[in-house]
């Protein structure tokens, strides 16, 4: 009796609902962020693509700059050394300003 009493506890059953919004969390978190818009994206029926910016004739530095563009606005922007860690800079800025505006990416 005392285990069923136990186990159907209110605070024990809010601190398991509690540990699998955390355990979500850390397995988004641990998603790169392209991936995360991607999906968010993809749920709420937003168009979604990168554009890359190539870099200027004449300069020697390997930079890459990409931006994200997300129902024809541009989110964000991002630079890195490779075209994949300029999207994924991007993402990241998208990512910071959706969450700004009220949206929840991480559902």
Known sequence: ?????FLDHPRRIQNQKQHKK????????SKPMT??????????????????IP????????????????????LGTGTGRTNKQAREAAASHAAQILIARGESIYE
Not at 1 to 5: F, G, I, Q, Y
Not at 37 to 52: F, G, I, M, V
């Open 1 to 5: 009796r005392w285990v069923k009493r």
């Open 22 to 29: 955390s355990a979500r969390l850390v397995y988004i978190m």
């Open 35 to 52: 991936q995360v818009l991607s999906e968010w994206a993809t749920k709420n029926r937003k168009d979604h693509r990168y554009q890359e």
């Open 55 to 74: 870099p200027r004739p004449g300069t020697n530095v390997a930079s890459h700059t990409a931006l994200i563009i997300i129902d024809g606005e541009t």
